[in-house]
């Protein structure tokens, strides 16, 4: 036999070319190609699920997908199903409805009921699934195969709690619409988790926005929504109290009770009846009730007192329904210093105080609710907490960012008594949450009370200068949901990383950078209150001099920070297919941070500058550059008060999106204000310059609240 004849060089060169062309034409061709599949999008659920299993298999919502209810007769289930399919429509543009055959399960079928009705028992045993004798009665099932899906639960808080995470499963939109496979057993691990809603110091939501409150908590498994009141309940025994456009009436209470009901949330009223009551003890009528005059708080002497709380609590009842009431009772500081000097005198603080409890707590009885109160009083007095009734559940409260809470519990458990951890969300104060601090209060917080076996989770969100809006704290909120619902500790990476899922729809971290670097502020600039820092009167020399420069280089790192979140905000905001409202509030708070870093360095520039005009009067070019059409200076003081302007319609707009007008004009008047500053400061330069072309003389830095010479400007 021949051996094969080898090819010469040249074309062997010329054949592992051509094949090297075709093999790469042939792997982008298949990169490029529209139908390569992609691997199937990670799971993101919050809270997350405490046992779930990626099947990797997809369930496609086209092609005449109905929802089924294994009890045709349950308006709960039907309230769930539904409350899916509006979601489905918003989100993923899929056209579903709810079945009016009844009890079976199969391809093609979203089967809802409880876990012992016959069909849905057979679907989860197919599947495998069951749930723990742990488990408590929120805990449901959900598994989703290629055919079908069957959510259950053991409860209708189950089922519902079972559709939310459905809802976070559904993937792509139109007729790429799917459910992702999985097998899911899920239950809360605290049995009660919720949120308390400060509504006495400014802003009374809208009936409607309470409603997309609830729905919202609901979606992230809250059960519980607390309405912190002052003087804001439209009381029928007191009706000088509530102010008029700014309470919560009757009628608005039975329907949002009514509403909170179907999304299996219990309405909680936290009526004040100690501290915290000067709108109501200002007025004449009630001035007599006051232990300091037109105090703050309720004296313990009076027996009108306790009138007063049996009448507003009389009707709380006929109103809330279920098994709490809120008496609120933190921050007595009057307590002692009025007409309860002697007996605190005799008795001790600590004692007078415990009295107030009790007697309050005999006053409710007749209503058989478990009562609230919260913790911060009873704390300095550990002595004393065993005259606490067993059947009061201590508000232990603490906003502080710590490592450990456990000193912050210990007493209460060594005491016996039922406490819920209280941590907050931290935007009192503040253009956006500080969710530097809000991640570790929550987190920590929660983790610590789980350990300590507290029953529940009441994440407080306060209006202490009347000025925050709600919107901006969702991601605190949804934070505290998943730390109550998981086993402690929560991963903080992982929920950041679904929180974009869970709460926009969309793909990637993108809001949840956006909004880490509008809730980092405080940090960046080393500052308690970025409201403080917002409405600082800008010509003073303190605020220059502590302030402005030395936060110089951090303010422009923070207005960089904040550019870099609006433009994602703005270039990116569409394609959020969930609470794009969210999305607006975040562009608000750039544009607010942006402003007040612009105006701390056009304040520096302004220092800087007139101090070195200021020393040297005789170069009157110089000088006269503080004037000119193009001087940073001179422009920029009229700007900032056309910013503020255009900021204050921009506040007006995002306010009436969740509140009524009451209280919006007081808050409208710090723009005005800050605006006649800016104004009154380009007049009065505009007038010095003017003197300064006659007389060669301008007015004093101290003059114009421009702090001292700065360093640069210092004699060598």
């Known amino acids: 036999m021949h051996p094969p004849k ?55 919502l086209g092609g005449g997908v109905r929802v089924v209810l294994a009890d045709n007769n349950s308006e709960d289930d039907r309230f769930a199903a539904q409350d899916f399919i509006d979601d489905v429509g918003a989100t993923a543009g899929v056209a579903l409805a709810p079945s009016k055959r009844t009890g079976r399960g199969g391809r093609g079928v979203i089967l809802v009921g409880p876990v012992e009705h016959p069909q ?118 007191h009706p000088l109290i509530a102010p008029a456009g700014g309470s919560l009436t009757p009628a608005e209470i039975r329907e ?87 007996a605190v005198r005799t008795r001790g603080v600590g004692t007078v105080y415990f009295e107030h409890l009790r007697r309050v707590r005999e006053l409710l009885r007749p209503y058989n609710r478990r009562l609230m109160f919260w913790g911060d009083i009873a704390l300095n007095h550990p002595e004393l907490m065993s005259s606490v009734p067993r059947d009061m559940i201590v508000m232990n409260w603490d906003y ?24 907050g969300v931290q935007n009192w104060n503040q253009i956006f949450p500080n969710l530097e601090t809000a991640d570790a209060n929550i987190r920590n917080f929660v983790r610590d009370g789980q350990a300590a076996g507290a029953s529940g989770m009441l994440n407080t969100q306060w209006d202490d200068d009347g000025e925050s809006l709600f919107e901006t704290t969702w991601y605190a909120v949804a934070l505290g949901a998943a730390a109550s619902w998981q086993d402690a500790p929560l991963d903080a990476v992982v929920f950041g990383r679904n929180f974009d899922w869970s709460h926009f729809r969309s793909d990637g971290e993108r809001f949840t950078q956006a ?51 609006a433009e994602t905000l703005l270039r990116d905001g569409r394609h959020a297919r969930r609470n794009r409202q969210t999305i607006d509030a975040m562009l608000f708070a750039a544009q607010r941070f942006d402003h007040m870093g612009r105006r701390m360095q056009l304040v520096e520039q302004f220092s800087r500058d007139y101090w070195d005009a200021y020393l040297h009067l005789g170069e009157r070019r110089r000088v006269q550059r503080l004037r000119r059409y193009t001087s940073p200076i001179y422009n920029g003081l009229r700007e900032m008060a056309e910013e503020l302007s255009v900021l204050k319609q921009g506040y ?19 723009y005005d204000l800050a605006v006649a500053v800016w104004l009154a400061r380009s007049k009065a330069l505009d007038e010095a310059l003017r003197e300064y072309n006659e007389t060669s003389v301008l007015p004093s830095p101290d003059e114009f609240g421009l702090g001292a010479r700065p360093a640069a400007e210092q004699e060598p």
């Open 6 to 60: 080898l090819l010469s060089s040249t074309p062997r060169k010329l054949l592992l070319s051509a094949l090297f062309i075709v093999f790469a034409v042939a792997v982008a061709h298949a990169q490029n190609a529209p139908d390569t599949p992609l691997p199937p999008p990670a799971i993101q659920i919050i809270p997350q699920p405490k046992k779930l299993t990626p099947t990797g298999e997809t369930f496609p």
């Open 120 to 237: 849905v028992r057979a679907e989860l045993a197919r599947a495998g699934l069951s749930l723990p004798e742990s488990a408590n009665a929120e805990g449901y099932l959900v598994s989703v195969s290629r055919d079908g899906a069957v959510v259950a639960g053991r409860t209708a808080a189950g089922i519902f709690y079972g559709m939310q995470t459905l809802k976070q499963l559904v993937r792509g939109a139109g007729a790429t619409a799917h459910i992702q496979g999985a097998r899911i057993a899920d239950w809360p691990t605290m049995r009660w988790r919720g949120v308390s809603d400060d509504i006495s110091r400014g802003p009374v939501p809208t009936v409607e926005y309470v409603k997309r409150q609830l729905r919202t908590m609901s979606f992230y498994k809250l059960n519980m929504h607390s309405f912190y009141m002052e003087h804001t309940f439209a009381s029928a025994s």
């Open 256 to 342: 949002l009770a009514a509403y909170a009901r179907r999304l299996h949330i219990e309405l909680v009223p936290q009526q004040q009846t100690f501290g915290h009551l000067h709108k109501a003890l200002k007025l004449e009528k009630y001035n007599a009730l006051s232990e300091v005059p037109y105090g703050d708080m309720l004296s313990p002497q009076q027996m009108d007192s306790y009138n007063l709380v049996a009448d507003w609590y009389r009707e709380l009842n006929e109103l809330f329904p279920g098994q709490f009431f809120h008496i609120g009772a933190d921050e007595t500081f009057e307590l002692g210093q009025g007409q309860s000097r002697e």
């Open 400 to 423: 502080e960012g710590r490592d450990s809470f456990a000193a912050r519990i210990k007493p209460f458990k060594d005491a016996g008594l039922e406490q819920f951890v209280c941590p």
């Open 515 to 565: 909004m880490r670097a509008l809730g980092g502020v405080n940090k960046l600039l080393a500052v308690g209150s970025t409201h403080d820092l917002f409405w600082r009167g800008p010509f003073n020399a303190s605020f220059i001099e502590e302030r402005v420069r030395p936060l110089s280089e951090r303010t422009k790192q923070m207005r960089l920070s904040v550019e870099e979140a």
């Open 652 to 670: 007006r707009e995002q306010w009436l999106r969740e509140n009524r007008p009451y209280w919006l004009d007081s808050i409208l008047a710090r």
